[in-house]
């Protein structure tokens, strides 16, 4: 369980910056994929790499790595939301994060005060599962399946950051 | 969509950290026992299939700048529900531009994912997000705790 307790003021330099912005966007499957991000921005391979294991010690990266379509491998997901009295929350949560399909789990400042993802791969049954930790936990979900996507992606663009937009 | 024993292999490792050096993908070759050349060609099946969608870092938000982070929720008529939605996604601050259902007890449809370095950016950003759409009719649901926050174990 992480509290929200990350160090604060974590800046980045201009070139993180930049280097970030561009590697969300995937690097090349080429065998040499950091020499190419590089070559953007005058580094060589051996910089940009540094550079990213330096992030990553940070802990600015969470992981580098690739993002794979649960959708297309025909895994089913779907946002939950519950009310859950204060005393009990910790223990909800316990039992929630032992599913391995719960990937998300925050509290919000709500009546509806957990919010949480639940993904299930093609073989189980979404409703099944969902009624299984129901039971466990003892309270009742409010379902929110994503009927349409305007935008997904997690790619912020840090170089704007500082700048007026 | 099926896939075979290597692929699967190969989604697996994609899933953990890539070794960070100059030749990255020799390196899952010599994990995987293949040549780094198959890997290469694997890797761009995934892609074209639309499997693979990336090989990126991800981040954490907050220790990139981004502290104030909201869920942003808009209760919108369903004849305004596309076009508010695609102008929201426009703004480079929104990660995440979802419609989901309503029922009794939640009016709100579509949900925003905005990311700003304060909280006092994060309610200017939204105000103008609001603006945008000419609707003000939103609010700002803050995360206070993270309970987890991880990625999915396809073959586990």
């Known amino acids: 369980m992480n509290k929200e307790n990350f160090k604060e003021n974590m800046s980045l330099t201009e070139t993180e910056r930049k280097l970030l912005t561009a590697a969300q966007q995937g690097i090349a499957l080429t065998a040499e994929p950091f020499a190419e991000l590089g070559k953007e921005f005058g580094l060589s391979a051996e910089e940009v790499v540094d550079k990213f294991k330096s992030l990553e010690e940070k802990g600015i990266i969470r992981r580098f790595g690739g993002v794979i379509s649960s959708k297309k491998l025909g895994w089913q997901s779907i946002l939950l939301a519950a009310k859950i009295p204060e005393e009990e929350i910790y223990e909800v949560v316990e039992v929630l994060n032992k599913h391995q399909g719960v990937t998300h789990n925050y509290r919000r400042d709500h009546d509806f005060n957990l919010w949480f993802t639940l993904s299930v791969s093609p073989e189980k049954d979404l409703q099944a599962e969902i009624s299984s930790l129901e039971e466990e936990t003892g309270y009742n979900f409010m379902q929110l399946p994503k009927l349409k996507q305007y935008k997904l992606g997690v790619k912020l663009d840090l170089v704007q950051q500082e700048g007026e937009k | ?156």
């Open chain 2, 1 to 156: 969509m099926s896939l075979s024993g290597d692929e699967k292999e190969l989604l697996s490792l994609l899933q953990t950290d890539l070794p960070l050096t100059t030749r990255p993908f020799k390196r899952l070759a010599e994990k995987l026992g293949w040549t780094e050349e198959e890997v290469l060609t694997g890797l761009q099946k995934l892609a074209d299939q639309g499997i693979l969608k990336r090989i990126a870092p991800l981040l954490h938000h907050r220790q990139a700048g981004f502290k104030a982070n909201g869920m942003v929720v808009w209760q919108i008529a369903r004849e305004k529900e596309d076009e508010v939605g695609q102008r929201l996604a426009g703004f480079s601050e929104v990660s995440h531009c979802y419609l989901r259902p309503t029922t009794e007890e939640w009016p709100y449809n579509i949900f925003t994912m905005v990311h700003a370095e304060t909280e006092e950016e994060l309610s200017e950003i939204v105000e103008k997000m609001a603006a945008s759409i000419d609707y003000q009719d939103y609010q700002i649901i803050s995360s206070t705790e993270e309970f987890k926050k991880s990625s999915l174990q396809y073959f586990s």
